[in-house]
């Protein structure tokens, strides 16, 4: 538990930072899986400080996100790609053919290939060695919805409608608002070495509490997160307020 989402931020970045610098002095890569929404704001802004201010550098950084709206294309302001770009990649010196999202814009036939193709991929890079979440009011981690198999693979999912409605600002409206998504399974996230679940405010109180107290339960896809042997919450104040 933290007193700000800053501090949190802070102590993770510091986190990654160190793998970063232990892989590339043996010359390997690190890889790292992220997340998109508000909660991951203020570490990555800390990343960019990290680059800019004290040369941590993301040459040997190699990511994977979790998941990412069907229909939008990479240029639409809403996309996670777009997301990503703006409030990270385009602010570090990661290589452009390091960085991997599930794309928006695959017809649907061709959909089940693409994940796939994006399980193969994390495998090839050697798998995940640290995964940061944030988590939605229905409890999902990525877009893992209500009813998400513990073992489940990248594929295509249909929106909540609380994640819809969450969105719902951001898109101008709920009308806007893709109603599915392409996202990592829980069993892909699982599969990560080590992860990091990040939560603040109010908002995600009751959630959190769910996660971390409650019964694992597919109806709370983060709950599976308490049988993995590396996984932790990092929370501040308002999100432990019900813990
Ligand atoms: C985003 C993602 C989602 C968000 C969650 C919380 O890539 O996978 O699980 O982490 O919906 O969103 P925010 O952070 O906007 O509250």
Redesign the pocket.
């Known amino acids: 538990v933290f007193e700000s989402p800053e501090a949190a931020a802070k102590a993770l970045a510091a986190e990654f930072a160190e793998l970063i610098k232990s892989r590339a002095a043996e010359g390997k890569t690190a890889v790292l899986g992220l ?6 704001l203020p570490f990555y802004a800390e990343l960019i400080r990290l680059h800019k201010e004290e040369g941590l550098s993301f040459a040997n950084v190699v990511t994977f ?3 990412e709206y069907s229909g939008l294309p990479r240029e639409h302001k809403e996309s ?1 790609w777009h997301f990503m770009h703006e409030n990270l990649f385009n602010h570090i010196d990661i290589p452009a053919e390091n960085v991997n999202l599930p794309s928006g814009t695959v017809a649907e036939a061709d959909v089940p290939a693409h994940c796939d193709e994006y399980e193969k991929a994390i495998v090839a890079a050697g798998g995940i060695d640290f995964q940061i ?4 009011r229905t409890g ?4 893992n919805e209500p009813g998400s198999p513990k073992d489940s693979r990248t594929r295509a999912i249909h929106l909540d409608e609380i ?1 819809r409605q ?1 969105a719902a600002p951001a898109f101008d409206g709920i009308d806007n608002v893709p109603t599915s998504a392409i ?1 990592m399974g829980c069993g892909t996230i699982l599969d990560a070495k080590k992860i990091v679940l990040m939560s603040w405010g109010e908002k995600k109180a009751a959630i959190t509490k769910e996660a971390v107290q409650g019964p694992i339960s597919d109806q709370v896809s983060a709950s599976f997160l308490q049988e993995h042997p590396d996984a932790r919450f990092f929370v501040d104040t308002a999100a432990a307020s019900l813990l």
């Open positions: 997340a998109t929404g508000s909660t991951p996100n979790l998941d996670y979440l944030g988590i939605g999902h981690i990525g877009f994640t969450d996202t």
